[in-house]
């Protein structure tokens, strides 16, 4: 019989203990110290604080961890001397059946990472579904890794040893993240739909209205219809908006004296009289993100907040279940900007915020915006006009709706580094960026003195040292030199010209403002004192979005309700809350990615148990959201 939570709360200390035996490697110690801290309110908790008590056991207990491990691939396994729990991972990832091939160069990787790092390469081969990783993906895995900084190898060890024993530990509870993996294979079919010259190199690549997007926006239709969405529809813009009702009857319950009928209905009473029944319109909680996707992207960017509260809808529908409001799911069509220069169109036209010379703008192929929307058949009429009026009536009425929140993957490496499943974004940061010029003198490298150079490139390159100085002072802002060039420039000449962009973030307007002036004083003074002048012009300013403080509050409760502690932190990246922002309050989740975070990339990757933890929290502020509606 599986292992349940209260068993292990009240169990002796030495029974409990066994009960988590086999969790890390030959290593009782970890588990020992997280039973110090029962009653554990979730598993979820309990994995949290696994983390916790190896994070604060020091570095030379967690190398001695590592090293408790075996190889992947290894001599453990040829003497089949592997423990119960590592056979049966290294089976599932199909590591006894190696061609000769593979485990030649298994053994090959293995010595060579060994003499790098002096411990054993350590990854979860069940995956982030659980169900295996493929002998390619491990030995890519195995490559990729060989090249980090040893103390980030440390770190991603020990994350892959968390990713192992959590799913020991769903073993023994004999828990399934069902939610989670129907959240993973949506995302995972939803991926086989990329571009040609994309597709064929096994990268995912869909822009806005191209042949992929479209297949996906009706692939997305359908599968809403099949949750049970009272409808979804593809609309004006290429949005995919499906509604799922709120109960037929919400009557106002206003009245701190009110009592309910058989029928469910309320009835205020007013000096000792019923009075005749007060019925509302039902608002709306709007939800959902984008799924176009940048070129050679990864899976999850925008779409897991398409997914999450689908799946809530979908559960809802099985249990019969209504909400005193209706929820309306919109995976918008547009967000990043890659095939026109009109990042957010989606969620921009719910705002009201479309520009009508949009519809002129050309892509690398000379197509027109205009067009790809006849081709798309979003205007079957192909008349312009007739389009900007239907796109003009997707402007939502705020005073209809609740608020807006979206799940996001973070994007970067935070709660990855936490060993936290869940964030709570409290702000979308503000930003500013720049396009600009520094003018020299080019000149001979072999004959200048150095003190009397005009170097334009010395002076960025100082502005650039800069950056990085300034922006950890605040700790959440960031500061980016993307581009610098020398146009022209020789190997023998003194740079004359050199041009470079900045980006500017931070979470607050105040705080992008101070950054801001003290990057260009810095400039000034820097060219001033080499002798050089500068040339520079603002391409983007963006006001900051801060979390509405009652909607950042309901999902840190629903965070807690899942026993996990709460973490704040900014979003750095854009994302479509920052548009509803402008005409309703907005709050976002965010869900931990593996591999350090990253994304916009293929690498970009999440766990179904995480997804799992992020269907339970949306889930937990659909209730609270229900109870403040009911009385």
Same mark, same amino acid.
């Given at each position: 019989?599986?292992?349940?939570?209260?068993?292990?709360?009240?169990?002796?200390?030495?029974?409990?203990?066994?009960?988590?035996?086999?969790?890390?490697?030959?290593?009782?110690?970890?588990?020992?110290?997280?039973?110090?801290?029962?009653?554990?309110?979730?598993?979820?908790?309990?994995?949290?604080?696994?983390?916790?008590?190896?994070?604060?056991?020091?570095?030379?207990?967690?190398?001695?961890?590592?090293?408790?491990?075996?190889?992947?691939?290894?001599?453990?396994?040829?003497?089949?001397?592997?423990?119960?729990?590592?056979?049966?991972?290294?089976?599932?990832?199909?590591?006894?059946?190696?061609?000769?091939?593979?485990?030649?160069?298994?053994?090959?990787?293995?010595?060579?990472?060994?003499?790098?790092?002096?411990?054993?390469?350590?990854?979860?081969?069940?995956?982030?579904?659980?169900?295996?990783?493929?002998?390619?993906?491990?030995?890519?895995?195995?490559?990729?890794?060989?090249?980090?900084?040893?103390?980030?190898?440390?770190? !991603?060890?020990?994350?892959?040893?968390?990713?192992?024993?959590?799913?020991?530990?769903?073993?023994?509870?004999?828990?399934?993240?069902?939610?989670?993996?129907?959240?993973?294979?949506?995302?995972?079919?939803?991926? !086989?739909?990329?571009?040609?010259?994309?597709?064929?190199?096994?990268?995912?690549?869909?822009?806005?209205?191209?042949?992929?997007?479209?297949?996906?926006?009706?692939?997305?239709?359908?599968?809403?219809?099949?949750?049970?969405?009272?409808?979804?529809?593809?609309?004006?813009?290429?949005?995919?908006?499906?509604?799922?009702?709120?109960?037929?009857?919400?009557?106002?319950?206003?009245?701190?004296?009110?009592?309910?009928?058989?029928?469910?209905?309320?009835?205020?009473?007013?000096?000792?009289?019923?009075?005749?029944?007060?019925?509302?319109?039902?608002?709306?909680?709007?939800?959902?993100?984008?799924?176009?996707?940048?070129?050679?992207?990864?899976?999850?960017?925008?779409?897991?907040?398409?997914?999450?509260?689908?799946?809530?809808?979908?559960?809802? $529908?099985?249990?019969?279940?209504?909400?005193?409001?209706?929820?309306?799911?919109?995976?918008?069509?547009?967000?990043?900007?890659?095939?026109?220069?009109?990042?957010?169109?989606?969620?921009?036209?719910?705002?009201?915020?479309?520009?009508?010379?949009?519809?002129?703008?050309?892509?690398?192929?000379?197509?027109?915006?205009?067009?790809?929307?006849?081709?798309?058949?979003?205007?079957?009429?192909?008349?312009?006009?007739?389009?900007?009026?239907?796109?003009?009536?997707?402007?939502?009425?705020?005073?209809?709706?609740?608020?807006?929140?979206?799940?996001?993957?973070?994007?970067?490496?935070?709660?990855?580094?936490?060993?936290?499943?869940?964030?709570?974004?409290?702000?979308?940061?503000?930003?500013?960026?720049?396009?600009?010029?520094?003018?020299?003198?080019?000149?001979?490298?072999?004959?200048?003195?150095?003190?009397?150079?005009?170097?334009?490139?010395?002076?960025?390159?100082?502005?650039?040292?800069?950056?990085?100085?300034?922006?950890?002072?605040?700790?959440?802002?960031?500061?980016?030199?993307?581009?610098?060039?020398?146009?022209?420039?020789?190997?023998?000449?003194?740079?004359?010209?050199?041009?470079?962009?900045?980006?500017?973030?931070?979470?607050?307007?105040?705080?992008?403002?101070?950054?801001?002036?003290?990057?260009?004083?810095?400039?000034?003074?820097?060219?001033?004192?080499?002798?050089?002048?500068?040339?520079?012009?603002?391409?983007?300013?963006?006001?900051?979005?801060?979390?509405?403080?009652?909607?950042?509050?309901?999902? !840190?409760?629903?965070?807690?309700?899942?026993?996990?502690?709460?973490?704040?932190?900014?979003?750095?990246?854009?994302?479509?809350?920052?548009?509803? $922002?402008?005409?309703?309050?907005?709050?976002?989740?965010?869900?931990?990615?593996?591999?350090?975070?990253?994304?916009?990339?293929?690498?970009?990757?999440?766990?179904?148990?995480?997804?799992?933890?992020?269907? !339970?929290?949306?889930?937990?502020?659909?209730?609270?959201?229900?109870?403040?509606?009911?009385?």
């Amino acid at each position: 019989m599986p292992l349940t939570l209260s068993q292990l709360n009240a169990a002796p200390a030495p029974e409990a203990l066994s009960m988590l035996d086999g969790l890390y490697e030959h290593s009782p110690w970890i588990a020992e110290a997280a039973l110090q801290q029962r009653p554990f309110q979730s598993v979820a908790q309990l994995k949290y604080l696994l983390t916790e008590v190896l994070d604060k056991a020091g570095r030379k207990a967690q190398i001695a961890l590592i090293r408790a491990h075996p190889e992947l691939a290894g001599k453990a396994m040829v003497s089949q001397s592997l423990t119960a729990e590592s056979t049966n991972e290294q089976s599932k990832a199909g590591l006894t059946n190696c061609s000769a091939e593979e485990f030649a160069r298994l053994q090959q990787l293995n010595a060579e990472y060994n003499a790098k790092f002096g411990w054993p390469f350590i990854l979860a081969v069940r995956g982030p579904r659980g169900t295996g990783l493929s002998r390619a993906e491990i030995i890519a895995t195995f490559e990729r890794r060989l090249h980090g900084h040893p103390d980030f190898e440390l770190q !991603e060890c020990l994350r892959n040893i968390h990713r192992i024993a959590e799913i020991r530990l769903n073993d023994k509870f004999g828990l399934t993240p069902t939610l989670g993996n129907d959240v993973w294979d949506w995302q995972e079919a939803l991926s !086989e739909f990329s571009e040609p010259g994309f597709a064929e190199q096994g990268q995912l690549t869909v822009t806005y209205l191209s042949d992929a997007h479209r297949a996906c926006a009706a692939r997305i239709q359908g599968w809403m219809l099949a949750c049970g969405f009272d409808s979804a529809h593809i609309d004006a813009v290429g949005n995919v908006v499906g509604r799922y009702e709120a109960l037929a009857n919400v009557f106002d319950t206003s009245s701190q004296d009110a009592i309910s009928n058989n029928n469910d209905s309320y009835l205020p009473r007013q000096n000792g009289e019923y009075s005749p029944k007060t019925l509302i319109k039902p608002k709306t909680l709007l939800t959902g993100s984008h799924y176009d996707t940048v070129r050679n992207a990864g899976k999850y960017d925008g779409r897991l907040g398409i997914f999450v509260p689908m799946a809530c809808v979908r559960e809802l $529908h099985r249990a019969g279940r209504r909400l005193p409001f209706a929820i309306e799911v919109v995976a918008f069509a547009e967000e990043e900007g890659q095939r026109f220069k009109a990042t957010f169109l989606g969620s921009g036209a719910l705002t009201g915020d479309f520009n009508p010379e949009w519809l002129d703008q050309l892509d690398a192929d000379g197509i027109s915006m205009w067009q790809a929307m006849q081709h798309a058949v979003l205007c079957p009429s192909g008349d312009k006009a007739a389009a900007l009026q239907a796109i003009a009536a997707l402007k939502r009425d705020p005073t209809q709706y609740m608020g807006f929140v979206e799940v996001h993957i973070e994007q970067g490496p935070v709660l990855n580094a936490l060993n936290l499943p869940l964030g709570v974004v409290t702000a979308i940061n503000a930003s500013v960026r720049y396009v600009g010029e520094v003018i020299g003198t080019a000149s001979h490298a072999g004959t200048t003195p150095m003190n009397q150079r005009q170097d334009a490139a010395c002076a960025v390159a100082e502005l650039a040292l800069y950056l990085e100085q300034r922006a950890a002072q605040d700790g959440d802002s960031v500061a980016t030199m993307g581009q610098l060039n020398v146009p022209a420039g020789s190997i023998n000449v003194v740079p004359g010209r050199c041009s470079f962009s900045l980006d500017l973030r931070a979470p607050n307007d105040l705080q992008r403002n101070a950054l801001e002036g003290d990057v260009l004083q810095k400039l000034e003074q820097f060219c001033t004192r080499r002798g050089v002048r500068y040339e520079i012009q603002p391409t983007m300013r963006v006001s900051a979005a801060p979390s509405a403080p009652e909607w950042q509050q309901r999902w !840190e409760a629903a965070v807690t309700a899942l026993g996990l502690p709460v973490h704040r932190l900014p979003s750095g990246a854009g994302h479509d809350a920052m548009k509803l $922002h402008e005409v309703m309050p907005q709050a976002m989740l965010f869900v931990r990615g593996q591999n350090a975070g990253i994304s916009h990339n293929p690498l970009e990757s999440t766990t179904s148990d995480d997804m799992q933890l992020a269907v !339970e929290a949306f889930a937990q502020l659909l209730e609270q959201l229900a109870g403040k509606n009911r009385s």
